[in-house]
C-alpha cells in the first residue's frame, strides 16, 4: 500500500465525535482494496502502538479494542476503496496519531497484524 489518504483528523472537544477515513492504493500486483482486511490503530505520545479497530474484506464482520470499545466503529466501503473510523464520545485519553492499516489475510485473525501501513492523522481532544 503505497499511499492512503486520510480524511477527518484535527482538534475536537471532549464528548465529541469525528470520522477519520483512509482511501488506499498502490497495492501490489493482483490484490485489491476488497482483498484486503482493514484497520485502525494509533499512537498517543510516549506510549506504544495501540489496536483501534479492524474489519475482514466484506464488511461483515469486526473488531475494536477494549480502550474504544462502544465509541468507535469500523467500516469500509470497497467500491470507493476507503475504510472508515466512526469515534464517538471521544475523551482526552483519545489523543493520538491514528494510521490505518491493511492485511493481507482477508479474515485477520486476532491480533490484527497489518501487512502495510499508511500514513498516520492527528487527532487532539481538548478537555
Known amino acids: 500500500m503505497s499511499s492512503c489518504r486520510r480524511l477527518g483528523g484535527g482538534l475536537v472537544q471532549a464528548g465529541g465525535s469525528l470520522r477519520l477515513s483512509c482511501t488506499a492504493s498502490?497495492?501490489?500486483?493482483?490484490?485489491?482494496?476488497?482483498?484486503?482486511?482493514m484497520g485502525w490503530f494509533r499512537q498517543a505520545p510516549g506510549k506504544e502502538r495501540e489496536f483501534v479497530a479492524a474489519?475482514?474484506?466484506?464488511?461483515?464482520?469486526?473488531s475494536t479494542g477494549d480502550s474504544v470499545k462502544g465509541r468507535f466503529s469500523i467500516s469500509r466501503d470497497n467500491a470507493k476503496g476507503t475504510v472508515f473510523l466512526q469515534m464517538n464520545n471521544l475523551k482526552p485519553e483519545d489523543t493520538a496519531v491514528y494510521y490505518c492499516?491493511?492485511?493481507?489475510?482477508?479474515?485477520?485473525?486476532?491480533?490484527?497484524?497489518?501487512?502495510?501501513w499508511g500514513q498516520g492523522t492527528l487527532v487532539t481532544v481538548s478537555s
Open positions: 492499516a491493511a492485511d493481507r489475510n482477508p479474515y485477520y485473525e486476532t491480533p490484527f497484524s497489518p501487512t502495510y
Open positions: 498502490g497495492f501490489p500486483r493482483g490484490f485489491s482494496f476488497s482483498s484486503y482486511s
Open positions: 474489519v475482514i474484506w466484506s464488511g461483515t464482520r469486526s
